[in-house]
T-cell receptor, first 115, second 114 residues
Framework: DQQVKQNSPSLSVQEGRISILNCDYT??????FLWYKKYPAEGPTFLIS?????DKNEDGRFTVFLNKSAKHLSLHIVPSQPGDSAVYFC??????????????FGQGTRLTINP | NAGVMQNPRHLVRRRGQEARLRCSPV?????VYWYRQLPEEGLKFMVY????????ESGMPKERFSAEFPKEGPSILRIQQVVRGDSAAYFC????????????FGSGTQLSVL
């Protein structure tokens, strides 16, 4: 039961153009989403987040959009650079009955930026 | 990857052996999480520990897997009697506050079971 879905396993974009990575979720109660970036042989690193009280959050070249009615979020990278080539995971914060906060990840999208 | 150290980076075990994965969190962090990534999948939560306490082990298989975070020393994820299906990348993350956003991940241990 995949509660966070990234339906595109891979994406290829020309350097300088916009990269758009998509993520769908199932539960309208989710209220905090994050994007992580992962290079091969490294752990994920936090990129950007958004709260459900917002529909957009921007940090430099990275913008995350949240469409609550469609249960959809997207990450835009403009302009795309070769160093952006990585696997991108969307995630939400889940709360357990023990009070623990933990991340639930999507399957990831491998982004390749072509020179 | 701000200072979470995992070792070994690669671990090869034969079926039935034990695997021990170590994680030293960022200095001063007392919250440790273990995640597992199977090939072509996202990271799946396994267990959340604070010093000397297991807070949430809901993602960990009931048998053969155990985790600890002692008062002194690294956190250990232990897998007994490994099987081929345990082959995966195991990531440790640490946090200062226990808030999900502020997780710092290590580079992972790639476990291969022959």
């Amino acid at each position: 039961d995949q509660q966070v879905k990234q339906n595109s396993p891979s994406l290829s974009v020309q350097e300088g153009r916009i990269s758009i990575l998509n993520c769908d979720y199932t539960n309208s109660m989710f209220d905090y989403f994050l994007w992580y970036k992962k290079y091969p042989a490294e752990g994920p690193t936090f990129l950007i987040s958004i709260s459900s009280i917002k529909d957009k959050n921007e940090d430099g070249r990275f913008t995350v959009f949240l469409n609550k009615s469609a249960k959809h979020l997207s990450l835009h990278i403009v302009p795309s650079q070769p160093g952006d080539s990585a696997v991108y995971f969307c995630a939400y914060i889940s709360f357990s009955i023990q009070g623990a906060q933990k991340l639930v990840f999507g399957q990831g999208t491998r982004l390749t930026i072509n020179p | 990857n701000a200072g979470v150290m995992q070792n070994p980076r690669h671990l090869v075990r034969r079926r039935g052996q034990e695997a021990r994965l170590r994680c030293s969190p960022v200095k001063g962090h007392s919250h440790v999480y273990w995640y597992r990534q199977l090939p072509e999948e996202g990271l799946k939560f396994m267990v959340y520990l604070q010093k000397e306490n297991i807070i949430d082990e809901s993602g960990m298989p009931k048998e053969r897997f155990s985790a600890e975070f002692p008062k002194e020393g690294p956190s250990i994820l232990r897998i007994q009697q490994v099987v081929r299906g345990d082959s995966a990348a195991y990531f440790c993350a640490s946090s200062l506050t226990g808030i999900g956003e502020k997780l710092f991940f290590g580079s992972g241990t790639q476990l291969s079971v022959l």
